[in-house]
């Protein structure tokens, strides 16, 4: 059975400092690994995806993947009000596992 | 693109009804998924189709749910009878391979 942890939060960042999020996952077959957010009440969106070990950056999101670690985190530099959400970690190749999710809160 | 279209967005329903929730994926996508979430559990994936067959429903609860994908463009998931326990967000996604595209889910209450 797969399984991705998060921590459930809320972490509370303030505004234009660092978001560092983490994630572990169980299954070491996987090659692809995501991050997503998702707004109260709206459905998630992908915002990262990674598939090497190493860093892959986007804008403001970096995220990092270990693989022998099994551990996948996301950083969001200069963090924004607008960046307060939850953070979902997946994994999967074909189906895809979602962690339960982080809550962030970017304190203004 | 109009992105995954899920329908309808909120359903009451009582204890007992059988409830019937509707999924279009975005075109050339061969991937579909029905998932449900809910406080407690997170997002669980209940059932997945590629190329309209059915691969995985080993997610799906118990009997009382049941899924179809009689074309590339629909694809519905039926709960019948439905129970109380089986309020959530229902969303439908579909992909390619890599990340998925969500609908905006149907928000379904059973009383």
């Known amino acids: 059975q797969k399984e991705v942890e998060q921590n459930s939060g809320p972490l509370s960042v303030p505004e234009g400092a660092i978001a560092s999020l983490n994630c572990t996952y169980s299954d070491r077959v996987s090659q692809s690994f995501f991050w997503y957010r998702q707004y109260s009440g709206k459905s998630p969106e992908l915002i990262m995806s990674i598939y090497s070990n190493g860093d892959k950056e986007d804008g403001r999101f970096t995220a990092q993947l270990n693989k022998a670690s099994q551990y996948v985190s996301l950083l969001i530099r200069d963090s924004q009000p607008s960046d307060s959400a939850t953070y979902l970690c997946a994994e999967g190749d074909d189906k895809i596992i979602f962690g339960k999710g982080t809550r962030l809160h970017i304190l203004p | 693109d109009a992105g995954v279209i899920q329908s309808p967005r909120h359903e009451v329903t009582e204890m007992g009804q059988e409830v019937t929730l509707r999924c279009k994926p975005i075109?050339?996508?061969?991937?579909l998924f029905w998932y449900r979430q809910t406080m407690m559990r997170g997002l669980e994936l209940l059932i997945y189709?590629?190329?309209?067959?059915?691969?995985?429903d080993s997610g799906m609860p118990e009997d009382r749910f049941s899924a179809k994908m009689p074309n590339a463009s629909f694809s519905t998931l039926k709960i019948q009878p439905s129970e109380p326990r089986d309020s959530a967000v229902y969303f439908c996604?579909?992909?390619?391979?890599?990340?998925?595209?969500f609908g905006s889910g149907t928000r379904l209450t059973v009383v």
């Open positions: 996604a579909s992909s390619v391979l890599g990340g998925y595209t």
């Open positions: 075109s050339g996508h061969d991937y």
């Open positions: 189709f590629n190329n309209n067959v059915p691969i995985d």
